[in-house]
């Protein structure tokens, strides 16, 4: 059995979302595939005011789209298997996900109201605007954690409840309910996977197989463009608000959980495993998430997408590296001390002092004293 402080006990203990111990190291991997798939959250939104001049960038867009925010959601899942309703971790749920969610829906809304001269933006809780969907999202995700370890069959329970949501387009836009129950299934297979589930995808096999999957996927995106909506994609509507019939949206729920799921395992076989220059970004994907997204409306609001060269295969390839090294700055070090306010309160002043955490500090106090 590995020591305290051996890596794989360490590693072990990063998987299972547990705490980290003095001198522990991250898991290389999932650093690396949370920065990647930032990466691509990022060039798919700088995509989205110029796909619609062309049929490729609006293919490839379409398959990013398939599995960049599944994979993420994977990952956000697996590291919640441990969390509980126990007051430390509800605290942290509540900083670290919560106030967020209020601060940049709220800049968020302003910005769109003042920077593209819309007055009748309001400030909503209860209406999420562009990207900050995600954290309301993971907020109710992982309050439910607890019921879907209770449950015989999460994942066949959690799928269901994405199709029906699928058929009811009388759920409105209230905080985003949609994409909230049809992404469900994604961070439920999260919590359902464990480490070696990780490991049988990252085989020098399946990143053969990948690409002529990823080819085939291109050609399929292409050829869909002027044939599908790509907003099945964004799982935020019904079946007929998309002008489809209803049992057209269990079915498409269903065939792209089945989509994205080979696309995300073809891109996790491609994940590094060891440590890359970028690996320590990792830990702040969820600062590039957040404040890449006010660079690429300011583009919106100000025309720099308007551009004529931007529109052409130069510029868009142009664009799409900027996208990728703005946030690369953005999950720095330096941004996350500079944001850390927002994104990371301690607000020791909002909750009551722990009492479990207390008393073991009055019993490790006196051996503490005695060591000195």
Same mark, same amino acid.
């Given at each position: 059995?590995p020591?305290?402080?051996?890596?794989?006990?360490?590693?072990?203990?990063?998987?299972?979302?547990?705490?980290?111990?003095?001198?522990?190291?991250r898991?290389?991997?999932?650093?690396?595939?949370?920065?990647?798939?930032?990466v691509?959250?990022?060039?798919?939104?700088?995509?989205?005011?110029?796909?619609?001049?062309?049929?490729?960038?609006?293919?490839?867009?379409?398959?990013?789209? /398939?599995?960049?925010?599944?994979?993420?959601?994977?990952?956000?899942?697996?590291?919640?298997?441990?969390?509980?309703?126990?007051?430390?971790r509800?605290r942290?749920?509540?900083?670290?996900?919560?106030?967020?969610y209020?601060v940049?829906?709220?800049a968020?809304?302003?910005?769109?109201?003042?920077?593209?001269?819309?007055?009748g933006?309001?400030?909503?809780?209860?209406d999420?605007?562009?990207?900050?969907?995600?954290?309301?999202?993971?907020?109710?995700w992982?309050?439910?954690?607890?019921?879907?370890?209770?449950?015989?069959?999460?994942?066949?329970?959690?799928?269901?409840?994405?199709?029906?949501?699928?058929?009811?387009?009388?759920?409105?836009?209230?905080?985003?309910?949609?994409?909230?129950?049809?992404?469900?299934?994604?961070?439920?297979?999260?919590?359902?996977?464990?480490?070696?589930?990780?490991?049988?995808?990252?085989?020098?096999?399946?990143?053969?197989?990948s690409?002529?999957?990823?080819?085939?996927?291109?050609?399929?995106?292409?050829?869909?463009?002027?044939?599908?909506?790509?907003?099945?994609?964004?799982?935020?509507? /019904? /079946?007929?608000?998309?002008?489809?019939?209803?049992?057209?949206?269990p079915?498409?729920?269903?065939?792209?959980?089945?989509?994205?799921?080979?696309?995300t395992?073809?891109?996790?076989?491609?994940?590094?495993?060891?440590?890359?220059?970028?690996?320590?970004l990792?830990?702040?994907?969820?600062?590039?998430?957040?404040?890449?997204?006010?660079?690429?409306?300011?583009?919106?609001?100000?025309?720099?997408?308007?551009?004529?060269w931007?529109?052409?295969?130069?510029?868009?390839?142009?664009?799409?590296l900027?996208? /990728?090294?703005?946030?690369?700055?953005?999950?720095?070090?330096?941004?996350?001390?500079?944001?850390?306010?927002?994104?990371?309160?301690?607000?020791k002043?909002?909750f009551q002092?722990?009492?479990?955490?207390?008393?073991?500090?009055?019993v490790?106090?006196?051996?503490?004293?005695?060591?000195?």
């Amino acid at each position: 059995m590995p020591s305290p402080r051996s890596p794989q006990s360490q590693q072990a203990r990063a998987a299972q979302g547990q705490p980290a111990r003095p001198g522990k190291q991250r898991d290389a991997f999932f650093d690396n595939a949370k920065y990647l798939a930032i990466v691509l959250v990022a060039m798919g939104h700088s995509w989205e005011p110029l796909k619609g001049d062309s049929r490729v960038l609006e293919g490839v867009y379409t398959v990013v789209y /398939a599995f960049h925010m599944p994979a993420f959601i994977i990952i956000s899942g697996f590291f919640s298997r441990s969390f509980d309703m126990r007051p430390d971790r509800l605290r942290r749920l509540v900083t670290g996900v919560l106030v967020p969610y209020v601060v940049f829906e709220t800049a968020y809304s302003l910005f769109k109201r003042y920077g593209d001269h819309d007055p009748g933006m309001d400030v909503s809780l209860l209406d999420p605007w562009y990207l900050t969907w995600f954290l309301i999202a993971l907020f109710v995700w992982r309050l439910t954690t607890p019921l879907w370890k209770t449950v015989r069959w999460p994942l066949p329970l959690a799928l269901a409840v994405a199709m029906l949501a699928s058929v009811s387009p009388d759920i409105g836009d209230d905080l985003d309910l949609q994409r909230v129950l049809q992404f469900l299934p994604y961070f439920v297979l999260g919590l359902c996977m464990k480490p070696e589930h990780f490991h049988r995808v990252r085989t020098r096999r399946v990143r053969m197989l990948s690409v002529p999957v990823f080819a085939a996927a291109l050609a399929v995106g292409w050829w869909a463009v002027p044939r599908m909506n790509t907003a099945w994609f964004y799982h935020r509507d /019904a /079946a007929q608000n998309l002008g489809a019939p209803w049992w057209s949206g269990p079915v498409m729920t269903l065939a792209l959980f089945g989509c994205s799921l080979l696309l995300t395992a073809c891109f996790f076989a491609w994940v590094p495993r060891r440590r890359m220059w970028f690996t320590a970004l990792g830990a702040g994907t969820l600062y590039g998430y957040l404040l890449h997204g006010f660079l690429v409306k300011a583009g919106d609001f100000y025309g720099w997408f308007d551009y004529g060269w931007m529109r052409r295969p130069l510029g868009e390839i142009l664009v799409t590296l900027a996208a /990728a090294a703005v946030v690369t700055v953005l999950c720095t070090r330096p941004v996350q001390r500079v944001f850390r306010f927002a994104m990371e309160p301690e607000m020791k002043w909002a909750f009551q002092p722990d009492s479990v955490e207390a008393a073991r500090g009055r019993v490790n106090a006196p051996r503490e004293k005695v060591s000195a």
